[in-house]
């Protein structure tokens, strides 16, 4: 039996994070130049059952069997069982790769288990449709994240940019014209869980000035989709960067995020602003294409540990 793969990519959040959480809508683009790939190898030779996980990035090499119940990893695998009906696994081996750095705001845990979701599945000879994947990796983000919205696990399995709201049905964003990204690693690991658990507990002291931020940040999400939609898209600029003011008062930036950003700016960006949980991770910062090289020099100078430059292209039917 042939070898097989499935990839997925990573994301950023362009607008709306945290305020997600409390039903505000989020947009979010996936990021291709990452991603996470899974490869599954039949081993016949080898007793039905013995499954081997591999993945180098982690230094994990381990029977499926020995990993904890909770781990992402058995979870992403047991909901996609559970899924198919299938009690009993043939032996196998699993190779996770991923250029996603972790806690850092790109979606890498929501993209390993969507990926490996798709390849187990199709391993399995029966494909899940992309609804049934986006629930198994949300139910994996569930048991890691506390209170996840969601929109990383929508934004990876359908790889389109995505406007969110909690509870209610995404919807795909047409994109009017072509805008460059630069994202940039402010090298601080900053886990998600912890922030979304600041947030709420400011949010429980002092809920209608934390109500007033989420609103005012769903009122720039509704713009920036309008033009993402239908142009001009350097306005996303501005709307990015009064964001990110309202993400500093809810309390989630921090003086390396703020740094770079300034550097963003400085250099020439349109608009910049922190992208997921913050605390550390990454930023982005919207960039005439011409002057996205001079911008990512400026932030790898003011302490960016790596920078990607991405274009969220129009979409299909716009072309
Ligand atoms: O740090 P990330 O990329 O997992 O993004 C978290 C986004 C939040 O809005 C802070 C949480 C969520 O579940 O939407």
Known sequence: MPAITASSPGKVILFGEHAVVYERPAIAVPVAQVKTKVTILAEPLKSPGSVLIESPAIGLHADLDTLPADDPLALAIHHTQAALNVDHLPAMTIRITSSIPVAAGLGSGASVSVALTRALAAFLGNPLPDE?????????????????????????TYAQPIFFTRGQPFELIPVAEPFTLIIADSGIKSPTILAVADVRKCWLENQVFYESLFDKIGVITQQARRFISNGP???????????????KQIGVSCPELDFLITTALDAGALGAKLSGSGRGGNMIALVAPDLAGAVSAALIQAGATNTLITQVLPSKSNC
């Not at 990796?137 to 569930?142: I, P, S």
């Not at 600029?237 to 990110?244: F, H, S």
């Open 132 to 156: 049934k994947v986006s629930l198994i990796a949300y139910q994996v983000e569930k048991k890691h994240h506390g209170n996840p919205s969601g929109i990383d696990n929508t934004v990876i």
């Open 233 to 247: 898209c350097h306005l996303l600029g501005p709307l990015m960067t009064a964001n990110q003011d309202l993400l």
